[in-house]
């Protein structure tokens, strides 16, 4: 016999129970009397709403302060405070609003269960009432929705003047990080000269390109801000690092951007922390790939001399991979065939406008 035949006699003997339950329940109420049947069921269920309540919001109190360790981590920039002070403002008005609905909700089904001494009360409208409670809530909203729209636009806005430059490149399923070296210009890219040895496709043509380094890992300075220039070689990745609420996507094709000024040290932050191998991570936060749990980067933040020193002891891109090498060569005869690409395609665009 097969098991879903078994399941499916078994499901029917099941409702045939419950079905025999509901019978017997109504021959015991008509031998004690419908009414005090009736009575009886109300206010079992009244009280049991009140347990649910009070168990129900217990329960989420003691989740709430348990878990928020390890949901509420430190903000470590300037826009994380913000964020994390707008959060806090959407809570309060929202948990005031959830408690009070909540208790009433099952407080009003305890107290004004039926009672056969009680009729109800014809209250169609009261237009004041309605008007309270559309117009506090849409002064609220307007409040939280205007400070968000402000904080917005300074987070999405343009970097300060004096911000560091590191652009990051995701691929399946590594961040790769470049910086711009003394010059403090990142030099441009074209995704024709990737390949394995120019793994972010730099255009050695630039001039800028020659001090250009790269690193395994992001070094930023300690109030200072950072830039990100974030591409992506495949597919799309996400920038996530949470201690400075940076999220962006890596999108292929375009240079996405974030900056941030990040205001906690990786050595602060141990301390602070008491866990002296503490480091501020990367996370990729697109789903993008079998190997995107590998995505892991590591941020350090650190003092302007230590970073001084940290990109004293790069080397220039350019220097070690490329000058007299086979990729050199490599880099010249791309450089040619992507100007005659470029040349092809202008002159059909020429002629396709005559
Ligand atoms: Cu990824």
Redesign the pocket.
């Known amino acids: 016999m097969s098991t879903t035949l078994l399941v499916f006699i078994a499901f029917v003997l099941f409702v045939l129970v419950v079905f025999q339950l509901a019978r017997t329940t109504e021959y015991v109420a008509l031998l004690r009397g419908e009414d005090k049947a009736q009575e009886d069921s109300d206010k079992i269920n009244g009280r049991l709403f009140m347990v649910f309540m009070i168990l129900g919001l217990a329960a989420m109190f003691w989740s709430v302060f348990h878990y928020m360790p390890y949901m509420n981590l430190h903000a470590a920039s300037v826009h994380g405070e913000w964020l994390d002070s707008m959060f806090n403002v959407t809570l309060f008005f929202t948990g005031i609003v959830f408690m009070a609905t909540q208790v009433m909700l099952f407080y009003f089904v305890w107290k004004y269960k039926h009672h056969k001494n009680r009729k109800a009360v014809y209250y169609p409208e009261n237009n004041q009432l309605e008007m309270w409670w559309t117009v506090i809530p849409a002064i609220v909203l307007t409040g939280l929705v205007i400070i968000g729209i402000y904080r917005w636009f300074q987070i999405t806005g343009p970097e300060p003047s004096d911000s560091m430059v590191v652009e990051i490149t995701?691929q399946?399923?590594l961040w790769n990080y470049r910086y711009p070296g003394a010059d403090r210009k990142l030099a441009s890219h074209e995704f024709e000269y990737i390949n394995n040895v120019n793994k972010v496709g730099i255009d050695f043509n630039d001039p800028s390109s020659r001090d250009d380094f790269m690193a395994t890992e992001m070094h930023v300075v300690v109030n200072k801000p950072v830039l990100l220039r974030i591409r992506?070689k495949d597919?799309?990745?996400?920038v996530g690092i949470p201690y400075f609420r940076v999220k962006m996507d890596?999108v292929p094709g375009l240079t996405t951007r974030f900056w941030f000024i990040p205001t906690v040290t990786t050595e602060e932050m141990r301390k602070q922390r008491n866990e002296p191998d503490f480091n501020y991570e990367i996370a990729?936060?697109?789903?993008?790939?079998k190997g995107?749990y590998a995505?892991k980067g590591l941020v350090v933040v650190e003092t302007q001399q230590q970073f001084d020193a940290w990109a004293a002891k790069q080397q220039a891109f350019y220097d070690v991979n490329v000058k007299g090498t086979d990729e050199e060569k490599h880099f010249a005869e791309l450089t040619v065939q992507l100007k005659e690409k470029k040349a092809k395609e202008a002159q059909k665009e020429e002629e396709h406008s005559e």
């Open positions: 995701g399946q399923f992506s597919v799309i990745h996400d890596a990729c936060d697109q789903l993008c790939g995107h995505m």
